[in-house]
């Protein structure tokens, strides 16, 4: 048996948390969504161990949806509910809620049109799924806004080239890049007047803001737990219209050729059940604030505004993508902090230092000239923490701060 050393086991043991939310501003854009509630914290104490979720997994329909007992069929159907959509499913992350999608709407070889901004695991999993993208395309800096319109020639575009229409249409609402958000409608109006499946990314709007699905035209909504409802990693939402239900989530009908085995109870694009524990349990037990706090989108969209004013003091730097921001993910081009960096000891690694030693983290280390940052959740005072930071550090290197 090869035998690991005690020290480095001991590693494992007691493992904290460094930039713990408590004691630290991090502005990490894709951190601030899933900050817990104090009720998510307390249900994962509560629902820790593994497959806590199924005590009393019903044997006639032995499902993660169907329990009742906690109340997790009850939640699918408020969930579903809350965005205007009919069935829903968590699932273990935005990108498998993507990936189920393709697999079960298309074939290998079909296409999926997607915006070129979209995230990476959406083209990861149109790859899985052994399909093709056609992007469409967007506008360069600094709106970097995408060409809605341009849905239309890429499904024209895709029958031209294979005789039959895409599989999906992808739609990022809000785009990782530059925070940006999408006039969904318009693309929902394209895809059914083409009768193209129109899939929603909501993975940084839904849980942070209102969205609407069937107002919005879409076929099926993901988002992203941990990213966007205070949930912990990881969880996944997988909404659908009832005419998209019955394929992706369509029974398996496989027998063992030996033993006649057969699961037509389990959802196989599933693979049956997905978050069987505290993850699925933080989700719900944050559902009531996540209703709660899209209201108070406003407040947050001014603050992410406040914030850019403030940076945009800084000689030489700008925020990228629409102005003004309609979102709280901040993409800020700074020529004046890149500047700085060039005659720093530290290089680039200068702004990272001054946050962190202001107790302010999650600015990617070493970046000046591109870097994004997300006020979302902080209360003003934090958010004039950060601005002041970033003041602060900019009059040390000598730049001018109108
Ligand atoms: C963060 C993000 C994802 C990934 O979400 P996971 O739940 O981690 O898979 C997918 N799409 C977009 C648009 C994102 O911003």
């Given amino acids: 048996m090869p035998r690991i050393p005690k020290e480095r086991l001991a590693r494992y043991a ?16 894709i951190q601030r969504g899933g900050v817990l509630t104090a009720e998510a914290r307390a249900a994962l104490a509560e629902f820790g161990d593994g497959y806590s979720t199924c005590d009393r997994c019903p044997p006639k329909e032995p499902r993660l949806d169907a329990i009742e007992r906690p109340p997790i069929a009850q939640f699918m159907q408020d969930l579903a509910e809350f965005l205007n959509m009919d069935v829903v499913r968590v699932v273990t992350r935005c ?3 993507q990936f189920i999608a393709f697999a079960t709407l298309g074939e290998p070889g079909d296409y999926v049109v997607v915006d070129s901004l979209a995230h990476y695991s959406t083209y990861v999993a149109a790859e899985l799924a052994r399909m093709k993208v056609k992007e469409v ?13 341009a849905y239309a020639d890429k499904i024209k575009e895709v029958r031209r080239e294979t005789g039959k229409p895409p599989a999906v249409a992808v739609l990022t609402h809000v785009d990782y890049f530059y925070g940006n958000v999408n006039d969904v409608a318009t693309v929902g109006k394209i895809c059914r007047e083409y009768g193209v499946p ?10 942070v803001m209102p969205v609407d699905g ?18 912990s990693a990881p969880t996944g939402i997988l909404a659908l219209k009832e005419e998209f239900a019955e394929k992706v989530l369509a029974r398996s009908k496989i027998v063992g050729d030996w033993s006649n085995r057969e699961f037509k109870l389990k959802e196989y694009a599933l693979l049956g059940c997905t978050v069987m524990g505290a993850p699925l ?40 993508g629409v102005k003004p921001k309609q979102h709280t993910l ?14 720093h000891k530290r290089r680039g690694f200068f702004l990272y230092d001054g946050l962190k030693h202001r107790g302010i983290v999650g600015v990617q280390p070493g970046l000046t000239k591109h870097f994004k940052l997300n006020p979302y959740g902080l209360s003003k005072g934090k958010v004039d923490r950060v601005a002041k930071a970033f003041l602060d550090i900019a009059r040390e290197q000598g730049l001018a701060v109108s």
Avoid: C
């Fill in 14 to 29: 007691n493992l904290q948390r460094e930039f713990k939310e408590d004691r630290w501003i991090n502005v990490n854009p």
């Fill in 95 to 97: 990108r498998e809620a």
């Fill in 137 to 149: 395309p967007h506008s360069g800096p600094p709106e970097f806004r995408m060409d809605l319109n």
């Fill in 198 to 207: 129109f899939m929603l990314n909501a993975a940084y709007s839904a849980g």
């Fill in 214 to 231: 069937k107002k919005l035209g879409a076929d099926i909504l993901v988002s992203s737990g941990h990213k966007s409802w205070a949930a």
């Fill in 281 to 320: 349990i933080s989700l719900m037990a944050s559902f009531s604030h996540v209703i709660e706090r899209i209201e108070r989108w406003d407040e947050e969209v001014k603050n992410a505004r406040y914030l850019v004013e403030q940076l945009e003091r800084i000689e030489g730097t700008r925020q990228l």
């Fill in 330 to 343: 901040i993409h800020i081009e700074s020529e004046g902090l890149y500047k700085a960096s060039q005659v």
